[in-house]
C-alpha cells in the first residue's frame, strides 16, 4: 500500500545538523511531490519546504532560507531533509506529506521527533 | 502570509451531536483548503479537500463548505472515533499555512 515510511527520532545538540529521510513506497515516486511540515510542542503546524521529486527542483520557506535543504534519491524512492544550525526552537515532530496532484496532503509519515539539548 | 484563524480552540460536544468548525483566512484562498483530523501522536488524517470534497474512505458524516475567506467542517452525528483534533489547512499560496487546532473532547 501507498506509504510513507519516516527515519527515527534524534537528539541533537544546538548548532548540529539533522538529516530526515521519507522512503516512499506503493505508487510511482516522481508523480508526486513531497512536503515537509513541522510541529513543535503545543504549536500548530509549520510548512517548511518541498521538492518536485521528478525533476529535484525545490523551494523552501523563507523561514528556514539556508537552515533547510531537500533532496531526492530516485533508486532508493527516498526524500531527505536536512535542517542546520539546529537550535531549541526546532525541537519538534517533522513529517513528510505527498501532495495529492495538486492538492492537499492525502499521505503522510508517520513523522520524525528531534530534540535539541544541550 | 496567510493566517488561518480556526474557532473554537476547543469544544466539549456528545456522541450524537453535530458540530460546526470554523476556519477563516486572513484573504481569500479561493477553495484551496483541506481539513485534517489528528489524534495524539499520530500523524494528520486527511478529510476533505478543496473546500468540500470528501476523500476516499472518509464517512459522509464529515463535510465541508465555504469559499474565499470563510470555511466550515461539519460533523453530523458524533462517533466515538471522532474525539480528536482538527484544523484546516490552506494550499493557495506559499507558504502553504495551517489554522491552529479545534481539539474536539466528550461532553
Known amino acids: 500500500q501507498v506509504q510513507l515510511v519516516q527515519s527515527g527520532a534524534e537528539v541533537k545538540k544546538p548548532g548540529a545538523s539533522v538529516k530526515v529521510f521519507c522512503m516512499v513506497s506503493?505508487?510511482?515516486?516522481?508523480?508526486?511531490?513531497i512536503h515537509w511540515v513541522r510541529q513543535a510542542p503545543g504549536q500548530r503546524l509549520e510548512w517548511m519546504a518541498w521538492?518536485?521529486?521528478?525533476?529535484?527542483?525545490?523551494q523552501v520557506s523563507q523561514k528556514f532560507q539556508g537552515r533547510v535543504t531537500i533532496t531526492r534519491d530516485t533508486s532508493a524512492t527516498t526524500v531527505y531533509m536536512e535542517l542546520s544550525t539546529l537550535r531549541s526552537e526546532d525541537t519538534a515532530v517533522y513529517y513528510c506529506a505527498r501532495l495529492q496532484s495538486g492538492d492537499a496532503y492525502d499521505i503522510w509519515g508517520q513523522g520524525t521527533i528531534i530534540t535539541i539539548s544541550s | 502570509d496567510i493566517q488561518m484563524t480556526q474557532s473554537p480552540s476547543s469544544l466539549s460536544a456528545s456522541v450524537g451531536d453535530r458540530v460546526t468548525i470554523t476556519c477563516r483566512a486572513s484573504q481569500s484562498i479561493n477553495s484551496w483548503l483541506a481539513w485534517y483530523q489528528q489524534k495524539p501522536g499520530k500523524a494528520p488524517k486527511l478529510l476533505i479537500y478543496?473546500?468540500?470534497s470528501l476523500d476516499s474512505g472518509v464517512p459522509s458524516r464529515f463535510s465541508g463548505r465555504g469559499s474565499g475567506t470563510e470555511f466550515t467542517l461539519t460533523i453530523s452525528s458524533l462517533q466515538p472515533d471522532d474525539f480528536a483534533t482538527y484544523f484546516c489547512?490552506?494550499?493557495?499560496?506559499?507558504?502553504?499555512?495551517f489554522g491552529q487546532g479545534t481539539k474536539l473532547e466528550i461532553k
Open positions: 478543496r473546500a468540500s
Open positions: 506503493g505508487y510511482t515516486f516522481s508523480n508526486y511531490a
Open positions: 521538492i518536485n521529486v521528478g525533476n529535484g527542483n525545490t
Open positions: 489547512h490552506q494550499y493557495s499560496n506559499y507558504p502553504y499555512t
